[in-house]
């Protein structure tokens, strides 16, 4: 602000730590969304042996588009052209419906949950 304070949002629960470095998906998701076939994003982090979490995207397309791998590479390549290569997901998911509570905010614990089973998330 105009004093230099410096503001966080966001939950730090939501906060994708990748080899030491705190990636906000809430920026991600922001430039995902602006994607023609992209309705809706939730970008996640998921388990990696090296690294603690690296980046997913799990994508609800707008109707009438089809899921495919091409347009998971497209996605990709956007992507890598919308956020800093660190940022990029290193992979993508398909579903027909983000989970989302009574106000209409996707539930990013509940679309990050699947892919935590029977793993502790200690990062």
């Known amino acids: ?12 629960a939501e906060t994708i730590i990748a080899g ?5 998906p809430q920026e991600i998701d922001n430039e995902l969304i602006k994607h023609p076939a992209v309705e809706d994003s939730c970008t ?3 388990p ?6 690296e980046v997913r995207a799990v994508i609800q397309l707008r109707p009438g588009v089809a899921p495919s791998e091409e347009l998971k590479r497209e996605i990709l390549d956007y992507a890598a ?18 989970p989302r ?19 502790a998330r200690a990062i």
């Open 1 to 12: 602000d105009e004093d230099d304070w410096l503001f966080l949002t966001g939950r730090s």
């Open 20 to 24: 030491g470095v705190n990636i906000y």
């Open 44 to 46: 996640v982090g998921v």
């Open 48 to 53: 990696h042996d090296e690294w603690g979490e």
């Open 81 to 98: 052209r919308m956020v800093a290569k660190y940022k990029v997901p290193r992979g993508v998911d398909f579903v027909e419906t983000l």
């Open 101 to 119: 509570n009574e106000a209409g905010k996707i539930q990013r614990n509940k679309v990050r949950a699947p892919y935590w089973e029977g793993r």
